[in-house]
């Protein structure tokens, strides 16, 4: 496990960067915090570390899923708004977790039975105690 520590919403993209370079095809990262706490924001990052030449990186909290194109193949989900498992067997995210690129799911414990064992979980958290902007982002699993 790794504990990073984030000062601004600079800060949080910069660990997306570090982590969307390391990243390799067929890993899955398993986004968790609340609304707000920058888990787009570090997606946006992500996204820059596997080369993605969009610009504007959004979550797809309507369409479920964005396709991007970069270094490797990058599937970003949103499920907060999935009701069931069989709605991901209706996207087809078997395609996207075990096939060619890198998955990045948001919201990912509401989908907790059906991540594989090896996807990295990476955790934000506020502590307002230390500032506004401040994040704590701990990041378990295959590191």
């Not at 660990?15 to 915090?33: R, S, T, V, W």
């Not at 888990?39 to 946006?44: M, P, Q, S």
């Not at 498992?85 to 799911?105: A, H, K, R």
Request: with cysteine; charged share 25%.
């Amino acid at each position: 496990m790794a504990v990073f520590e984030s000062f601004s919403a600079e800060d949080t993209e910069k660990i997306g960067l570090y982590f969307g370079k390391k990243a390799l095809e067929g890993d899955i990262f398993c986004l968790q915090g609340d609304l707000g706490v920058g888990k787009t924001v570090f997606t946006k990052g992500f996204a820059k570390g596997l080369e993605i030449k969009e610009n504007y990186i959004t979550s797809p909290t309507f369409t479920i899923i964005n396709e991007y194109e970069g270094r490797l193949n990058f599937y970003h989900f949103d499920v907060y708004r999935i009701n069931s498992i069989e709605e991901m067997d209706d996207i087809g995210y078997e395609e996207y977790f075990f096939g060619q690129g890198v998955c990045l799911v948001e919201w990912a414990g509401l989908i907790k039975e059906i991540i594989p064992e090896r996807a990295v979980w990476v955790n934000i958290e506020k502590d307002l105690n230390k500032g506004f902007d401040y994040r704590r982002i701990t990041v378990g699993g295959n590191i």
